[in-house]
Nanobody, 117 residues
């Protein structure tokens, strides 16, 4: 099982980034895919999630990112995405991809997002 994040980097306040998470070794479409973040000295927090299974996906967001971040998935290519816009310095953190289904819970290695002028 692997989850590999990409797309992090340094961006100015107000800018945008798109994170990508590539999954392999498991039935991707079944899993709830989530993005978490952890800033220095803070606990890891859930940023956004998108449901798995058949039918239209449900999404959920941390209040502070609603209207700025969009989570999506493409089951055909086994990827989840986090489109981030209007980024703020408080969004600076390591962002982790998570896949969860039943008792299975997988994590990526994380990608650094730094918002600074």
């Amino acid at each position: 099982v692997q989850l590999v994040e990409s797309g992090g980097g340094l961006v100015q306040p107000g800018g945008s980034l798109r994170l990508s998470c590539a999954g392999s070794g498991f039935t991707f479409s079944r899993y709830v895919m989530s993005w978490y973040r952890q800033a220095p000295g803070k606990e890891r927090e859930l940023v956004a999630s998108i449901s798995g299974g058949l039918g239209e996906s449900d999404t959920d967001y941390l209040d502070s990112v609603k209207g700025r971040f969009t989570v999506s998935r493409d089951n055909d290519v086994k990827r989840a995405y986090l489109q981030m816009s209007k980024l703020q310095p408080t969004d600076t953190a390591v962002y982790y991809c998570n896949a969860k289904w039943m008792s299975n819970n997988y994590w990526g290695q994380g990608t650094q997002v730094t918002v600074s002028s």
